[in-house]
């Protein structure tokens, strides 16, 4: 057996069941391992999509996935992705084939690369080891929750490895141990949550999953706490009757409001970083704020806290709830009850409609699809000015139906994003929202779409500009040529594609859409809707505040 062999063979024994890629030389026995070990492989059109997609997979399904690439190129080719799902901490086994003649025309430092862009590195040495290396960089992807780059030096991929080596090397991957918090830290907690009278909490990434969920809605409902998220969380508590949605630049008004008249802020595995505090606009003057996360450099990173707590989200909120407390009314009251009820939302926020007979305002045209695309729905949304609406006028049945690349802000991820998406949550109808630019940077995968057979929605909130560009610098009367393009017809890119396509600048053509949404949906439909570009979004007119 060779090395590549035995390296896709242990990607495949250590748990790994979706592989995502561009196929070259220097890949494509590693590959083909995989794929005889049992592990879908996924071929993307370009590598950049093929690292988002693993990457969003990983996210959505809680599995440890696995990009393979060429060497050189392929690598840069990926970098973006690599970067995005590395910032989120992302547990991904990047596969990069490596040359160790640097006058190789693909030679290029790949570990100097990695670095740069905040993932770990590792290496293939040698035949005999080559299993247990393979196995250690899962471990590493896993129990420390981050994007690792497996090198494959090709000079080792041709060696013999024993075949006795793959039984011998392989054992059941340990999981990840809650971190306990500490007693006194907990006694600490508990005498903040009963000293407050109006207590929000803020979940974040490290929040996601049914156990923390259940154990905050549980210590919420001891103290009268309001819910609320980060923008990654997104749905965790949907349907909950004192859930204000997500906090931060997407905030609706009275849920910026009633954050911001808090008296205690607790951030359970969220960063309360710049965008989920509005720049600490979010945080009142007297209100005090505590942080949990099982990551101790995490605490009080982004801003100073009155009380960081080390420790698993779920296993210190239900160690707090094991405090002797009696329940209290804290920031539930009936008034607070009637706003959320009936003014939370953005779609119930009232607005001048800014619909012409040529260009849809983008909030009519969010509304819409909010009601007409079944509920049972995950979204990948793409980065731009246009990124608020799809993300808070469209409604997500949980966290899992709610996937969003942005901690490194590239546009033209929202598409491989949501492939990723699809693929991990099978049963349920999937929605990239895309802008323009972003779309036509990740026109390429359209035929992954295709070719998977995905039944997929794409919507292309379109103002032929970079809008986010426009509204900033536009208003100081600089030129703007360079941000401003001619009308695109991206839904004839996409007939090329096998899609069914609609062009939509009334509501009026948007039914047209009803017929694919009951239908067999036999094959992807994408909206290219020509949005108003009036104005600059709310949320980006409120990031732009901060600098």
């Given at each position: 057996m060779k090395v590549a062999e035995a390296v896709g063979r242990a990607l495949a024994a250590a748990g790994v069941d979706h592989a995502f890629g561009v196929v070259g030389s220097g890949n494509f026995h590693v590959t083909n391992a995989l794929i005889a070990s049992g592990v879908r492989f996924v071929a993307a059109r370009h590598e950049g999509g093929a690292a988002t997609m693993a990457d969003a997979y990983a996210r959505m399904s809680g599995r440890v996935t696995a990009l393979t690439v060429h060497q050189g190129p392929g690598l840069t080719n990926a970098l973006t992705g690599i970067a995005e799902a590395a910032k989120s901490r992302t547990p991904l086994v990047v596969?990069?084939?490596?040359?160790?003649?640097?006058?190789?025309?693909?030679?290029?430092?790949?570990?100097a690369l990695a670095r740069a862009v905040g993932a770990t590195t590792t290496r293939i040495t040698t035949a005999d080891s080559a299993v247990e290396q393979t196995y250690a960089a899962v471990r590493t992807a896993l129990i420390e929750r981050t994007t690792v780059l497996l090198q494959l030096p090709l000079p080792v991929q041709s060696l013999e490895t024993p075949d006795k080596?793959?039984?011998?090397?392989?054992?059941?991957?340990?999981?990840?141990?809650?971190?306990?918090?500490?007693?006194?830290?907990?006694?600490?907690?508990?005498?903040?949550?009963?000293?407050?009278?109006r207590p929000v909490f803020v979940a974040g990434r490290g929040a996601r999953g049914e156990s923390a969920r259940d154990a905050l809605i549980a210590l919420a409902d001891r103290y009268g706490a309001l819910l609320a998220t980060s923008a990654v969380a997104r749905g965790l508590f949907h349907g909950n009757p004192w859930s204000l949605d997500v906090s931060g630049g997407f905030a609706s008004p009275v849920a910026?409001?009633?954050?911001?008249?808090?008296?205690?802020i607790v951030g359970w595995g969220c960063a309360l970083n710049i965008w989920t505090m509005r720049h600490g606009r979010l945080i009142g003057p007297q209100a005090r704020v505590a942080q949990i996360d099982d990551d101790r450099s995490a605490l009080g990173r982004h801003r100073p806290v009155d009380?960081?707590?080390?420790?698993?989200?779920?296993?210190?909120?239900?160690?707090?709830?094991?405090?002797?407390?009696?329940?209290?009314?804290?920031?539930?009251?009936?008034?607070?009850g009637d706003s959320i009820a009936t003014r939370l939302r953005w779609r119930d926020v009232p607005y001048d409609d800014m619909s012409t007979r040529e260009r849809i305002d983008p909030r009519t045209l969010s509304i819409a699809l909010d009601d007409l695309l079944p509920a049972d729905r995950v979204i990948g949304v793409d980065s731009g000015n246009?990124?608020?609406?799809?993300?808070?006028?469209?409604?997500?049945?949980?966290?899992?139906?709610?996937?969003?690349?942005?901690?490194?802000?590239?546009?033209?991820?929202g598409l491989a994003t949501a492939i990723g998406a699809a693929l991990a949550?099978?049963?349920?109808?999937?929605?990239?929202?895309?802008?323009?630019?972003?779309?036509?940077?990740?026109?390429?995968?359209?035929?992954t779409v295709r070719?998977?057979?995905l039944p997929m929605v794409v919507i292309v909130y379109n103002d032929d500009a970079y809008g986010a560009e426009v509204h900033h610098f536009g208003p100081d009367g600089f030129p703007?040529?360079?941000?401003e393009f001619p009308p695109t017809d991206i839904a004839a890119l996409a007939q090329g594609y096998g899609f069914e396509t609609l062009t939509v600048r009334t509501l009026d053509d948007l039914k047209a859409a009803e017929s694919w949404v009951t239908g067999p949906r036999s094959s992807p439909l994408l909206i290219d809707a020509k949005v108003t570009r009036d104005r600059g979004a709310w949320w980006l007119e409120e990031a732009f505040r901060g600098h």
């Open positions: 596969l990069a084939p490596e040359v160790t003649e640097p006058r190789s025309n693909f030679y290029v430092d790949q570990e080596a793959l039984a011998s090397a392989i054992a059941p991957l340990p999981t990840r141990e809650p971190i306990e918090p500490e007693e006194a830290d907990t006694a600490a907690l508990t005498e903040l949550l009963g000293e407050a009278r910026a409001e009633l954050i911001q008249g808090a008296d205690l009380l960081g707590v080390m420790g698993d989200v779920a296993l210190t909120a239900r160690r707090a709830l094991e405090k002797d407390a009696d329940a209290r009314q804290g920031y539930r009251t009936s008034a607070v246009f990124m608020g609406y799809p993300s808070m006028y469209l409604s997500v049945p949980d966290e899992n139906g709610f996937c969003f690349t942005q901690a490194f802000q590239s546009i033209g991820l949550q099978p049963d349920r109808i999937p929605v990239a929202a895309l802008g323009d630019g972003g779309a036509l940077m990740g026109a390429a995968e359209l035929d070719r998977l057979g703007l040529d360079t941000v």
